[in-house]
């Protein structure tokens, strides 16, 4: 008997199918990466949390170094979580920057002085357009930024050891 | 102890599915009769034994037995019995377990009903359908065990069943949808026994109408039922959201309606066969891609069962084998069953071989939407979803010429026919659907939808070309009574036609409002006086809320409906119960949103105009099949 290659068509196309669905498995649909990635670092000048208003915040405070940009609130529970972790990467000499996420400042320092202040500035963000520019869904997020001041990396959650070794070191070492 | 009896049931029925596999395959290749006749029994143990594990699951739940994990992470003690009944099947074990019941179940009917079929086909059907319940029986014992323990001492309510889930739609239609899903694999099995043996009669194509009538029925119900309940519970006014699970109901759906279609070809002339066996085993495959999808974690759906790839491996192997052991089979026996198509260019053979054309498009187009996500992520393309304008854009497209070929079709002759003589002998019915909506949409409205006419003067041709079917047959043939299968076809197209009106109308005259109201506020909407009259706490069995009281006033139409806002104790989940005045002709449909300072709250209304309808339609469309499943001449003695 001769084979049709029309009826080997329905077969073909489901093995191909079979093919995404077995690739889909090890894949994760909630992941969801920035698309700043590669990107410079949205434009912005924000007061600074805590001092007067002489200085302010911008994207040249960043320059020259390579940074982290945590975006947190007091609002925001899950951020006590990672309070300890970020302590001890300032202890490692690590530039962390925050962005105060759509907060009262006064709550914000209150905040700072039951948990500590691991940053070396903080910008007052207090209606998110920044946040909204940088592509913020949620606090806490964490991102990963170069001398240059482009973004290499967002993290959207609490940010661990084994997220910090995984993710952040292996960038950070070809910086 | 019910825990232990129930998980060794399901141990003896995986075992006697495997006898019933084996024994009679055996008899078939070494032709020992005795050995095939075994297969009846097998079944009706099997069956018992699957009846057995899932009362004992049923009593669990009643009993609050949370040191099966199942039960602890889908009740709690102070649910309502009749939502613990339904919790059996609230969580992926449960309804696995279901499938098989169902599946169990429906091998007992095709076991006793199929006495009078040719043996050498009957036992290949039911070998057939034993191979698929060990696969899932498989499964559910190894990865997806409904009874397993654990056993540390907590004081715990238990998880409580997801509150969208505590709704009387949740008694009906997952049971509904799985006896259409599972049904479909009847038509399956006699495919494949079909290419196994490597011949057809046509006394066969009778007897496998009905299997497939009623499970298409199950499903129609089924999907609407659900359409109906996403309505009323999640608080948005939609009825379809083009999730992947729903996709996945409508996939089997569509390529079910064209199997059904297929099926009058093969009964009246032998012709289209390797189509219709590839129809079949499509959806039967569907509703196995379709069970894939929502557990494996895959794509995302508000739907899905929790996430768990080791599970998803188990049943993409699974799928494999069956989808692609079958299409393999097609692939290589297929043209030693069926001769080629010789189908004329017009004639009711080539307008059904249309539909089927239509209709598998329109799954495919359903298809790619649904998988285009995950293709495009594998690839390492990147992350994007495909929603509700992709669908809504290319079914509509596809339904326009669809509809329009569903009138045609209906009036073209058998074998032969001249296209211009249909046309011409329709020249009424276009001038009605043209003329007709244009004149009922400018006296209710004062502004002309284009979309809704458009939809409108589809139903309308649809309506005219059903009616005259009917009109031509009783003027034709005055004396003979109408059969079953005829009163079917035309209460299944028109509620096609009815569900369209549905779907113009609301959709195109709809109107929605959203405002903050305190008590003795009142708003107008599309005519009507809303007057938020009082608010008020309640206490339910196993959640806190308050409950608003709202007067919808239309000329002398007075009612009151009283949506609430729920809070459910064990998880702290916020619930919205809407309240929808309902009439024939339009729903007003309330939801209490956030609360504000000073007992203010937000509140969202639609107008909806016609969209009982839609629903009207599908239950239409099942009452056109079970009426169908109902003629006699289905189960007439089989001649030849």
């Known amino acids: ?175 | 102890m019910m825990a232990e009896i129930g998980v060794y049931a399901l141990c003896w029925a995986l075992i006697v599915a495997l006898l019933a596999v084996t024994i009679p395959s055996l008899g078939i290749w070494l032709n020992k009769p005795a050995w095939q006749r075994v297969i009846d029994r097998c079944i009706y143990a099997q069956s018992v034994c699957v009846a057995c594990a899932f009362l004992c699951l049923a009593g669990c739940f009643l009993r609050n037995d949370f040191t099966v994990v199942y039960v602890l992470a889908n009740a709690s003690v102070a649910l309502p019995w009749y939502y613990k009944l339904c919790a059996v099947w609230g969580g992926h074990e449960g309804s696995m377990l279901l499938w098989i019941a169902i599946l169990s179940f429906w091998m007992v009917v095709v076991c006793i009903t199929s006495r009078s079929l040719a043996p050498e086909i009957r036992i290949r059907v039911l070998i057939i359908l034993a191979g698929l319940s060990v696969g899932f029986l498989l499964f559910l014992l190894v990865t997806s065990n409904p009874f397993s323990r654990q056993f540390v001492w907590l004081n715990t309510q238990g998880r409580d069943l997801n509150p969208l889930l505590q709704d009387p739609g949740f008694l009906f239609h997952p049971p509904i949808l799985y006896m259409g899903y599972v049904g479909f694999a009847v038509a399956f099995a006699f495919a494949i026994a079909t290419l196994c043996l490597g011949r057809f009669e046509p006394s066969w194509a009778k007897w496998m109408r009905p299997w497939t009538l009623a499970a298409w029925c199950c499903l129609t119900l089924g999907i609407t039922l659900g359409s109906w309940w996403a309505y009323r519970e999640l608080g948005w006014g939609g009825w379809w959201f083009w999730d992947p699970v729903e996709n996945a109901s409508l996939m089997p759906w569509l390529v079910g309606t064209a199997l059904l279609h297929a099926l009058m070809v093969v009964d009246k002339k032998t012709q289209l066969l390797s189509w219709t066996i590839l129809l079949a085993i499509m959806a039967f495959s569907l509703s196995l891609v379709g069970t894939f999808l929502v557990r494996s974690g895959v794509l995302t759906s508000v739907h899905a069962f929790a996430v768990d790839p080791l599970r998803g491996a188990a049943i993409l192997l699974f799928l494999t084998l069956v989808i692609g052991g079958s299409l393999a089979l097609f692939a290589w026996r297929s043209q030693t069953v069926a001769q080629s198509m010789q189908v004329r260019p017009i004639s009711k053979e080539s307008a059904l071989l249309l539909n089927n054309v239509f209709l598998v498009v329109m799954m495919l187009t359903v298809l790619l939407g649904t998988l285009y996500p995950l293709c495009i992520d594998g690839l390492g393309l990147g992350k994007l979803s495909v929603g509700a304008p992709y669908f809504n854009t290319m079914m509509v497209g596809l339904a326009i010429p669809f509809l329009f070929l569903m009138g045609l079709g209906l009036n073209v002759r058998w074998q032969t026919d001249n296209l211009w003589r249909v046309l011409q002998s329709l020249a009424w019915n276009m001038i009605i659907s043209v003329i007709a909506p244009l004149c009922i949409l400018l006296r209710f409205s004062n502004q002309l939808r284009i979309t809704a006419y458009l939809g409108l003067v589809l139903s309308m041709w649809v309506l005219t070309t059903t009616l005259m079917i009917l009109w031509r047959r009783l003027t034709r043939v005055p004396k003979k009574p109408l059969s079953g299968a005829f009163c079917g076809m035309l209460s299944a197209h028109l509620g096609v036609a009815v569900t369209v009106i549905g779907i113009a109308i609301s959709t195109g005259y709809g109107k929605e409002s959203t405002v903050i109201m305190r008590p003795n506020d009142h708003v107008h909407l599309a005519g009507f006086r809303v007057q938020l009259q009082s608010i008020q706490t309640i206490q339910g069995p196993n959640y806190h809320g308050i409950r608003a009281q709202f007067k919808v006033i239309w000329h002398k139409h007075q009612a009151m409906v009283y949506p609430e806002k729920r809070i459910y104790e064990v998880g702290q989940i916020p619930m919205s119960e809407s309240a929808i005045d309902v009439t024939p002709f339009r729903d007003v449909y309330i939801a209490l949103g956030e609360p504000f300072e000073q007992n203010a709250w937000s509140v969202r209304m639609y107008y909806k105009p016609f969209v009982r309808w839609i629903w009207v339609g599908g239950i239409a469309m099942f009452l056109g099949g079970l009426l169908a499943l109902f003629d006699r001449r289905y189960y007439r003695k089989s001649g030849s």
């Not at chain 1, 940009?69 to 925050?98: H, N, P, T």
């Not at chain 1, 006064?106 to 039951?114: G, I, K, P, Y």
């Not at chain 1, 691991?118 to 207090?126: A, H, K």
Request: with cysteine; aromatic share 12%; proline share 7%.
């Open chain 1, 1 to 175: 008997m001769k084979l049709k290659i029309s009826y080997c068509l329905p077969l073909g196309v489901f093995l191909a199918l079979s093919l995404f669905f077995w690739r889909g498995l090890s894949l994760n649909p909630q992941h969801l990466p920035s698309s700043l990635i590669g990107h410079p670092l949205p434009v912005f000048n924000l007061p600074i949390l805590g001092e007067d208003n002489s200085q302010h915040f911008t994207p040249n405070a960043l320059r020259g170094h390579v940074s982290v940009l945590v975006v947190w609130a007091s609002w925001c529970d899950a951020c006590k979580q990672e309070q300890i972790f970020l302590f001890e990467l300032a202890r490692q000499g690590v530039m962390l920057y925050g962005l105060n996420y759509k907060d009262d400042p006064q709550t914000a320092l209150d905040w700072l002085n039951d948990w500590g202040n691991p940053y070396r500035l903080i910008g007052q963000d207090r209606q998110g357009r920044v946040a909204m520019d940088l592509g913020v869904y949620g606090a806490p997020e964490t991102y990963l930024i170069d001398a240059n001041g482009y973004i290499r990396y967002r993290h959207p959650g609490i940010l661990t050891a084994s997220i910090w070794h995984k993710e952040f070191l292996p960038r950070m070492s070809v910086l």
